[in-house]
């Protein structure tokens, strides 16, 4: 689906216009429409931003229905050998830890860091 039409089909079941969604979110009526239009793609700030405006869950700008769907279990990853180093204790809070704080620079930065440890992890 595509969240510009879902975006769309929310604020008419709740009877909102571009100009109320804009009220609540603080989001500029002309971008509400470039998203619902298919222009532009929102980030997660943005459909939380939404989400929050149209007064629903945010699953609910991805899913149709009354219940969340059922978790995927393609991001389980389970180790087959638990003394792996960051499968547990310490290693896996500073592993966990790591992740977070990964997640939270750039891009570029990211790949800048990843090939120094690859490079690292290569010396003998």
Not at 1 to 12: N, V, Y
Not at 47 to 76: C, D, I
Request: glycine share 8%.
């Amino acid at each position: 689906m595509i969240i510009g039409e879902r975006l769309r089909e929310l604020r008419g079941k709740k009877n909102l216009s571009q100009g109320d969604i804009e009220k609540r979110s603080g989001l500029l009526r002309a971008y509400l429409s470039r998203v619902e239009n298919g222009h532009t793609v929102p980030t997660v700030e943005t459909l939380e931003k939404l989400a929050k405006a149209l007064e629903v869950p945010m699953y609910q700008l991805f899913y149709e229905g009354e219940q969340p769907p059922e978790p995927s279990t393609l991001r389980e990853w389970k180790s087959p050998d638990e003394t792996e180093w960051g499968s547990s204790g310490d290693d896996a809070l500073f592993l966990k830890k790591l992740c977070r704080l990964l997640c939270k620079i750039s891009e570029d930065k990211r790949k800048i860091i990843l090939n120094m440890a690859g490079k690292m992890a290569g010396r003998k």
